[in-house]
């Protein structure tokens, strides 16, 4: 298997990456075939977007820089791996897509110029991007304004449904209230202590949790927030051991996970012994790369998708993956998430026989792919996917065992009454 990726340098400076694949990966095999007629370009794209008669382009938007590129990284390369796959099969509606990567720098602001950019400069037929909430939120009146399409792949807090955005990645009644039953109905967990990073996604987040916490009549005994990039967590560690709670909830993101878990390790907090129990809604197989999984072990987490998972469309990605970026790489749930968009976005195209965003939008509601590796996913009418939560528990060698899988998949309720 062989790739090229070449970096050519637009007219103002811009990089721009256009990705070949010249033999197919295994996966792509799992997709079915896309030999379909080839229409041509005045009849399929409406609007101007960057459409010829060979390819089209769409935009890669994540921190591959800065505190979030720890967070970030993996996801630029699932949505790399999904397009080389669907060219390898002959790309959408007979043209092979190329595209161009911004880099969102861990910088809200920044975010928001280069979406701009890549919508009414670049022209481009969708956008791959974005993980915190405060990123999202930046460029969603960017995309509503110029009427582009956003995959976003990252675990949220609800209470958000654009017409311009697929959400990949669960929300907060998926997560967040699910993995809170969980602990308290496996075990016991009676009093919580809510840490998260300083910004919307984990406030959002945490006042959800108090939310359902106060409606299961259980207690929190401590909420504290630091800023994105934080490392010193020593005071908060001793407030937690002073308040002694059964569970310490954590949202802290990016690079604050190193910090963070060593520092309550070498505080003398022994996770694997559960007292507290540590259960976190943000640390993936990504973050856990750079925490080391001897500072982690014994936490669990809660997220819809884990690398151990065991079914045949996991295996196969889990092996491209590696094949592609290496057999040290990890996989964690906002990968995945990343990895859908591209085949969701195929999906909706070929469906709608267009490129055009109202056509796509109109194209999205019930789009299944039974062949993600989190298993089967659908897309809801409100744009976001049904799935399921799991909750995995932290090994030493940086993945976790699946010790909890719902039954049936969630239905996705960014709105859920009485949480708002």
């Not at 970096?7 to 811009?14: A, I, Q, V």
């Not at 990966?25 to 041509?40: D, E, H, K, N, Q």
């Not at 037929?125 to 960017?142: D, E, M, N, Q, Y």
């Not at 300083?198 to 916490?213: E, L, Q, V």
Request: include cysteine; hydrophobic fraction near 40%.
């Amino acid at each position: 298997m062989m790739h090229l990726e070449k970096e050519t340098r637009t007219s103002n400076g811009c990089r721009r990456y256009f990705m070949k694949t010249v033999v197919a990966l295994p996966l792509a095999m799992l997709f079915g075939s896309t030999a379909l007629a080839v229409p041509g370009t005045a009849e399929i794209n409406t609007t101007g977007l960057a459409v010829t008669d060979t390819t089209v382009k769409v935009g890669i938007l994540h921190s591959v820089t800065g505190t979030m590129a720890i967070s970030e990284t993996g996801s630029v390369q699932a949505e790399k791996l999904a397009i080389e796959q669907i060219n390898a099969m002959g790309g959408v509606l007979g043209r092979k897509i190329e595209y161009i990567q911004e880099d969102g720098a861990s910088d809200w602001p920044t975010f928001a110029e280069k979406s701009k950019k890549l919508l009414v400069k670049d022209k481009v037929a969708a956008v791959f991007g974005c993980w915190t909430s405060a990123s999202r939120k930046a460029v969603l009146p960017i995309f509503e304004q110029y009427n582009g399409m956003l995959y976003y792949p990252t675990f949220y807090e609800g209470l958000e449904q654009s017409p311009n955005v697929i959400y990949t990645g669960q929300e907060a009644t998926q997560q967040i209230i699910a993995g809170i039953d969980w602990v308290v109905k496996n075990k016991g967990a009676k009093k919580f202590f809510l840490l998260g990073s300083d910004y919307i996604w984990p406030r959002t987040s945490n006042k959800i949790a108090r939310k359902h916490i106060d409606k299961l009549g259980l207690k929190v005994v401590g909420e504290e927030y630091y800023p994105l990039g934080h490392t010193q967590f020593n005071s908060v560690i001793n407030k937690i051991k002073l308040k002694k709670p059964d569970v310490i909830y954590a949202i802290v993101v990016g690079g604050s996970n190193v910090a963070f878990y060593k520092q309550l390790k070498a505080a003398g907090i022994d996770m694997t012994k559960e007292k507290p129990i540590v259960l976190t809604i943000s640390v993936t197989e990504d973050e856990v790369l750079g925490i080391g999984g001897e500072n982690i072990v014994g936490a669990y987490a809660a997220m819809k998708y884990f690398q151990s998972l065991d079914n045949a469309n996991n295996k196969a990605f889990v092996e491209a993956f590696k094949k592609r970026w290496g057999d040290g790489i990890v996989i964690g749930d906002v990968t995945q998430a990343a990895y859908l968009g591209p085949w969701l976005w195929k999906a909706a195209v070929e469906k709608a026989g267009s490129f055009d965003i109202d056509k796509i939008r109109a194209a999205s509601p019930e789009i299944e792919l039974p062949t993600a590796p989190e298993g089967y996913v659908r897309i809801h009418p409100n744009h976001h996917l049904w799935s399921k939560t799991r909750i995995g528990h932290a090994r030493m060698d940086g993945q976790y065992d699946i010790v909890y899988e719902t039954e049936s998949l969630i239905e996705p309720d960014p709105f859920p009454k009485g949480y708002q």
